[in-house]
């Protein structure tokens, strides 16, 4: 049997000016549902200690099925309404994997050219 490989999701979002309270609450709706789904390792939402205009949703996941599985909620239209109401000014999502340090040295190296 395969090992299971975790992946993540972390979703920026910058407030526009004077919509910080508001853009957290609407991101914190998002928090239950996510802990209730299948294959949910964590699920959090956080402010920033130095810009509290940003916020950082963070998903952990048993696998990549069950972050897409997510993905396709009713609740994500949040970000669409957010962007329409200018309740946020920037929105940045990013999916990561796990790797190990073999992994990571390898994604370092230089690619080989064949000389022929």
Do not use: Y
């Amino acid at each position: 049997m395969t090992k299971p490989n975790p992946v993540s999701h972390l979703v920026f979002a910058r407030a526009a000016a004077g919509c910080s309270a508001h853009l957290g609450v609407r991101l914190s709706s998002l928090i239950e549902p996510a802990l209730d789904l299948p294959g949910c390792l964590s699920f959090a939402l956080q402010q920033s200690l130095l810009d509290p205009e940003i916020w950082m949703l963070n998903g952990v996941w048993t696998s990549e099925l069950a972050m897409t599985g997510w993905f396709a909620t009713p609740e994500l239209s949040v970000f669409s309404e957010l962007v329409q109401e200018r309740v946020v000014s920037s929105l940045d999502f990013q999916t990561f994997k796990q790797v190990t340090a073999i992994q990571a040295e390898t994604a370092c190296q230089p690619t080989q050219k064949m000389v022929g």
